[in-house]
Each structure stands twice: as structure tokens, then as C-alpha cells.
């Protein structure tokens, strides 16, 4: 990908902001408010979180939700003022859109 590609670039740093979200793992409450700080644990790897891992259609649930957005936001501006930035959301959403239709095997 050429880096003057804005769009691609931008759309993508947000998809992948949201796959990394989805794979967060909920913390519950209790869990929240852990032991004092002098019982903490300390070394390597003490404050790695766990993660979920996402399947191939959960992900490509989330490049399409994403895509979406975008598309229903550009659909929202309809002033020509606004004319630049939902080109540029339709052009993102494009970009997302691609990658479905490769990971599909679409030419």
C-alpha cells in the first residue's frame, strides 16, 4: 500500500483499533479493585491481559460493521460542505469493503 493512501491507511488503523477491542476480555467488578499494591505480582508478564480470539467470521463481522459506519455517516452528510468527508468515508468504506471481497475470493 502506498503510505500518500490516507483513506486505505486510515480505515484500516481503525478496523484493526476495533478487532484489538473485540478481542478484549470483559473485566468484571470484582476483579477491578484487585489486592493492594504490595501484593501485586511483579515480573515478566504481570500485566499481559487476557484476550479472546476472534474467528475468521467474527472478524469479517467487525470489517463489515465497520465499513457500514462509514457508509451510514457519509449517507448523514448531505450538506455540500460536507461533500470532501463523506467522499472520504465512502472511499474507507470501499477500502473495507475490497478486503471482504479478497478474503472471499472475489476477483
Sequence with gaps: MRARDKAAVSALRVTLAALDNAEAVP?????????????????A????????ELS???????????????????AQLTSPAHAPRATRLR????????L???RDGAP
Design 27 to 43: 473485566v468484571d467488578e470484582a476483579d477491578a479493585h484487585g489486592p493492594a499494591i504490595e501484593q501485586s505480582p511483579t515480573g
Design 56 to 74: 475468521e467470521h467474527e472478524m469479517a463481522t467487525i470489517v463489515r460493521a465497520e465499513a457500514d459506519e462509514r457508509l451510514e455517516a457519509a
Design 91 to 98: 472511499t474507507e468504506a470501499e477500502v473495507l469493503l475490497r
Design 100 to 102: 471482504l471481497d479478497e
Design 45 to 52: 508478564g504481570t500485566t499481559e491481559a487476557p484476550r479472546r
